[in-house]
C-alpha cells in the first residue's frame, strides 16, 4: 500500500512539474508571437496555395501567385523580427529536450540532449526567406510545396519547444495531414542540413 501511495505521490509531482514547465513555454512563445500575425499570414498562404493550385484559369492563376508573393514577403519579414527578438531570450528557458516525451526538469539537469530553440528559430527564418526569394529558381508550384513544408517544420518546432516532439508530430499530422518526416523531407536542402546538425539528426 505506501509503494502505490509514494508511485501515486510522485505520478502526481510529475505531471505538476511537466505542466508549469509547459504553461510557462506555452506563455513565453505566445507573448512574442502575439506581437506578429504570423499565424495569420500563415493559414491565409497555405489556403492561398490550395487555390491556386485548384484554378483552372491561367490568367487568374497568376493574379493569385502574385498575390501570394506578397502574402509570402510580408510573412517572411514578420518572422525574421520575431527569431531575432525571440534570440535574445536567456538559454535556461530556450533549450529544448531531444527526448520524445516531455520529463520536467530535463533540460537543466542534461543540456546535452537538448537543442537551443532560437537557434532552430533562426533557421526557419533563413529558410523561409530562402524560399520566397526564390534563390534555387522553382517553379510556383514547386515554390508552394517547399514553402509549405518551411513553415510546418517551423510549426512542428514552436509545438516541439511548447510541448514535446512526440505532441508536435501528432498536431501536424491532425492540422496538415503531413508526417514529421514528410515536412523535412521537403524543406529546402540548406533548411535541411542546418536543421538535422542542430538536433543531432543524420540526414
Known amino acids: 500500500m505506501e509503494i502505490l501511495t509514494l508511485v501515486a505521490l510522485f505520478a502526481a509531482g510529475f505531471y505538476i512539474l511537466k505542466s508549469r514547465e509547459q504553461r510557462m ?18 493559414e491565409s ?32 519579414a514578420q518572422f525574421d523580427s520575431f527569431a531575432a527578438e525571440f534570440s535574445r531570450m536567456p538559454e535556461p528557458v530556450t533549450r529544448v529536450s531531444k527526448l520524445p516525451v516531455a520529463i520536467p526538469l530535463f533540460t537543466q539537469f542534461f543540456p546535452g540532449s537538448t537543442f537551443d530553440v532560437r537557434q532552430a528559430l533562426l533557421i526557419h527564418a533563413r529558410g523561409v526567406a530562402g524560399v520566397m526569394r526564390n534563390e534555387a529558381g522553382r517553379t510556383p508550384k514547386s515554390k508552394a510545396f517547399t514553402m509549405s513544408a518551411e513553415l510546418f517544420l517551423m510549426q512542428h518546432t514552436c509545438h516541439w519547444y511548447c510541448r514535446s516532439k512526440t505532441v508536435a508530430s501528432a498536431r501536424m499530422i491532425g492540422q496538415h495531414q503531413t508526417q514529421y518526416l514528410q515536412a523535412l523531407g521537403a524543406v529546402s536542402p540548406e533548411t535541411r542540413s542546418a536543421y538535422c546538425a542542430l538536433i543531432g539528426r543524420p540526414q
Open 25 to 42: 513555454r506555452i506563455a513565453l512563445l505566445a507573448n512574442h508571437l502575439g506581437r506578429y500575425q504570423i499565424e495569420r499570414l500563415m
Open 45 to 76: 498562404l497555405t489556403s492561398g496555395y490550395m487555390r491556386c493550385l485548384g484554378e483552372d484559369d491561367a490568367e487568374r492563376r497568376q493574379q493569385i501567385w502574385h498575390l501570394l508573393d506578397a502574402t509570402e514577403e510580408k510573412l517572411s
